[in-house]
């Protein structure tokens, strides 16, 4: 059974810091693209990074671009999702998600497994 589970949220007052992580079980992660996505209240769920299934590549929303960082490590079937710089405007469910594919695109419709969502509160 191909799960993923999210862990690494909480929170944190504007300007810190976070690292997410997105541990996979069922499947072997290297083969799959995964993307993080985020839903505040209220609002739709919006795109914020993706990693490639193979070769690295990585693409991020322009509303994260230069704070966050994906990365993952096959050996431990785990992606993160580094957050720096974090503002009240991150606050939001953050979910990992992952398709069969080579595609890195920001479109949720497109993943076919999805986490249960790890809290993120950016508050002082």
């Known amino acids: 059974q191909l799960q993923l589970v999210e862990s690494g949220g909480g929170l944190v007052q504007p300007g810190g810091s976070l690292r997410l992580s997105c541990a996979a079980s069922g499947f072997t992660l290297d083969l799959y693209t995964i993307g993080w996505f985020r839903q505040a209240p209220g609002k739709e769920r919006e795109g914020v990074s993706c990693?490639?299934?193979?070769?690295?590549?990585?693409y991020y929303a322009d509303s994260v671009k230069g704070r966050f960082t994906v990365s993952r490590d096959n050996a431990k079937n785990t992606v993160y999702l580094q957050m720096n710089g974090l503002k009240p405007e991150d606050t939001a469910l953050y979910y990992c998600a992952a398709v069969r594919s080579w595609l890195c695109v920001l479109v949720p419709s497109l993943y076919t497994n999805w986490g249960q969502g790890t809290q993120v509160t950016v508050s002082s």
């Open positions: 990693i490639r299934s193979t070769g690295g590549l990585t």
